[in-house]
């Protein structure tokens, strides 16, 4: 039988001030979990997630590679009866991860901030590029016989990408200044 927690603590506080989402709506049911296409690689699923931020777990949430492991996929909200926005909420405990860096995190911070300037740079993520920028951040290179064979094989573009146009770059300018800043800072 699961326990549903009830009373906002003051994380629960913080998160939805942050992404508007409604944590108290959230009935348990685990159909975030069972659609979740990364729970495998996750700790903490979805559902577990929301009961540590009723918890007040700031810090096992933080530290939590389960926040990184969210591709963003939108089947939990999709699939949630509550209407809860579980991706809103993994950005936003991503975005206090990197406010609030710990030794556990470092990695999935660094390539987060990489990724993010990279998109905002190109619009798109450049695999090569970001290789390249994580190894320039101390972060090792692939062996050298699997970057070969990605090479050789065209699994990685090597070509340097494309600028984005004009109206690509005035889109980004203006999401930033309705407010959307919060990425890549």
């Known amino acids: 039988m699961t326990m549903v927690i009830t009373g906002n603590s003051t994380l629960q506080a913080e998160v939805e001030g942050i992404c508007d989402v409604n944590i108290d709506a959230c009935i348990q049911c685990g159909t975030c979990t ?15 997630i929301i ?17 990184w492991m969210c591709v963003s996929c939108h089947i939990c909200e999709d699939r949630c009866p509550s209407k809860i926005k ?36 190109f619009g798109r993520s450049h695999e090569s590029i970001l290789t390249m920028a994580l190894t320039f951040k101390g972060t090792p290179l692939p062996p050298l016989k699997l970057m070969k064979d990605l090479i050789t094989r065209m699994r990685v573009d090597m070509t340097p990408p494309h600028r984005p146009n004009k109206s690509y770059r005035l889109s980004i300018r203006r999401v930033e200044e309705k407010g959307g800043k919060r990425h890549g800072k």
């Not at 009961?51 to 926040?67: G, H, M, P, T, V």
């Not at 990197?98 to 905002?120: A, D, G, R």
Request: proline fraction near 3%; charged fraction near 25%; glycine fraction near 6%.
């Open 34 to 48: 069972g659609g979740c296409s990364g729970i495998e690689l996750m700790e903490y699923g979805p559902r577990q």
């Open 86 to 121: 579980i991706t809103s909420l993994m950005d936003t405990l991503r975005e206090m991860a990197c406010k609030e860096p710990t030794t556990k995190t470092n990695e999935q911070i660094k390539f987060h901030k990489l990724y993010v300037k990279q998109v905002k740079a």
């Open 51 to 67: 009961q540590l931020i009723k918890l007040n777990q700031r810090q096992l949430l933080l530290d939590s590679k389960a926040i």
